[in-house]
């Protein structure tokens, strides 16, 4: 029972750090039709400047921050001068977002080289909390988990309750008429790739402080986002959810029960899930 809680808790807490790289995944790439595959990048390089803000200057908060502020501009960039001169170009947009991927792991090999960084949080995040049959668990993993429940909401909120939010999802699906009525769709587009691009470095940072920062996390993490974007359903902040959260379980309890397969139980929910979804949990039809 004590191996089923922990692993249930890690499955928990490694979906809520799933769910905040592909809630910016799912914004650029399944709401906006972006295909950034740079995306994992985005979270290492935020991870990295994060890592950086937060040693100099002493406060981890400052790094957090850093990574999202940094993330969210470099986004913006992205958007204004590849994606929107690509617009509806699919295979440009995945060969020139993996380009910029291999550039962007070389450069960030040459400054930081291939040390493993590790963040060191506030105090109050150290230590664990006292829980039932578990007896303690690390407080800043609960405090992770309680930010993506907190920031899945305020995304779901933003998307379906703000008049941007409208903006965004009517531009998406008719983009003239929108541009018709006297709004800036492109502008709509960049804020919109900021805050995805903005989450990524945050959940970098957040994550390295959970885990660690390393060469190669770039991958790990565009793959699951990817994982998690298909599972869930494209655009839909509440598929991203259940995709992480369905995607972190079957990791833990794989590595937990089943090492040697382990890794096979994550591809097996996304093909199960397009043998009789395809279009996602939570995804709309065509």
């Known amino acids: 029972m004590k191996l089923f809680l922990l692993t249930l808790l890690n499955g928990l807490t490694l979906a809520a750090l799933y769910f905040l790289v592909a809630s910016g995944f799912t914004l650029v790439f399944g709401l906006m039709r972006n295909v950034n595959l740079a995306h994992g990048s985005l979270y290492l390089l935020g991870a990295y400047i994060g890592y950086d803000v937060a040693d100099f200057s002493g406060s981890w908060f400052l790094g957090v921050a850093a990574g999202f502020v940094s993330m969210a501009a470099a986004g913006l960039l992205l958007q204004v001068l590849v994606f929107r001169h690509m617009e509806g170009q699919d295979l440009r ?47 800043y993993r609960l405090a ?64 390295g402080t959970a885990l660690s920062i390393a060469p190669g996390e770039d991958v790990r993490y565009l793959l699951a986002s990817l994982v998690v974007v298909i599972v869930g359903g494209m655009g839909s902040v509440a598929g991203a959810a259940i995709g992480a959260l369905l995607i972190g379980l079957a990791e833990q309890f794989g590595l937990a029960y089943s090492p040697t397969y382990g890794v096979v139980y994550t591809f097996l929910i996304m093909v199960l899930v397009l043998a009789v979804r395809p279009q996602g949990i939570m995804g709309k039809k065509a």
């Open 93 to 139: 947009q995945t060969l020139v977002t993996i380009g910029i991927s291999i550039v962007l792991a070389d450069l960030m090999l040459a400054i930081w080289g291939g040390t493993t960084y590790q963040f060191e949080p506030p105090e109050w995040l150290y230590g664990a909390t006292r829980m039932p049959l578990v007896r303690a668990y690390p407080t």
């Open 144 to 207: 992770l988990l309680g930010t993506a429940v907190v920031i899945g909401i305020a995304l779901w909120l933003f998307l379906n309750r703000t008049r941007v939010g409208m903006m965004i999802r009517a531009g998406v699906d008719d983009r003239e008429m929108l541009s018709a009525t006297g709004i800036n769709v492109h502008l709509v587009f960049a804020i919109t790739f900021a805050i995805g691009a903005g989450l990524a470095g945050f959940a970098g940072v957040v994550g």
